[in-house]
Nanobody, 127 residues
C-alpha cells in the first residue's frame, strides 16, 4: 500500500529556514510519479506550492518563487522542500503529495479523490 510520511515541520521566526522531507513507500521502482507540496491555512484554500515531475519539470507558486526549492531523490523515493526567508503568511499545514498525473488544484487538503497524501506537518512562522 502506498504511503507518504512528512518530516521537518516546526516553528521559526520570520526570515528563518526549514527543510521538509517526504518519504514515499509502496510504489514500484519504475513508477513515474510526480511529487509535490500543498499547504492549507485556516480560512484559505489548499494551495499547490511546488511540484517536481518524474521528468524533473518543476512548478512553484508565485508567492514562494525565489524562497523555496523543491528537489527529489528517486532512489530514496523522497521529495524535499527547502524553505528560506520564511514569512508569517507561510504558516500552514504542509502536505506531501504524489501522483501519476500532473498536480494542480484540489478542493481540499488532503483530497481523497486524487493523489496520494501524507498526514501533513505544521509550519509556524512568528513575526
Amino acid at each position: 500500500e502506498e504511503s507518504l510520511v512528512e518530516f521537518g515541520g516546526g516553528s521559526v521566526h520570520e526570515g528563518g529556514s526549514l527543510r521538509l522531507a517526504c518519504l514515499a513507500s509502496g510504489f514500484l521502482d519504475d513508477d513515474e510519479i510526480d511529487m509535490g507540496w500543498y499547504r492549507k491555512t485556516a480560512g484559505s484554500e489548499c494551495e499547490l506550492i511546488a511540484s517536481i515531475a518524474s521528468d524533473l519539470t518543476i512548478y512553484y507558486r508565485d508567492s514562494v518563487k525565489g524562497r523555496f526549492t523543491i528537489s527529489r531523490d528517486n532512489a530514496k523515493k523522497s521529495v524535499y522542500l527547502q524553505m528560506n526567508s520564511l514569512r508569517p503568511e507561510d504558516t500552514a499545514v504542509y502536505y506531501c503529495a504524489a501522483a501519476f498525473t500532473t498536480m494542480g488544484w484540489v478542493p481540499s487538503c488532503p483530497y481523497s479523490g486524487a493523489f496520494y497524501w501524507g498526514k501533513g506537518t505544521l509550519v509556524t512562522i512568528s513575526s
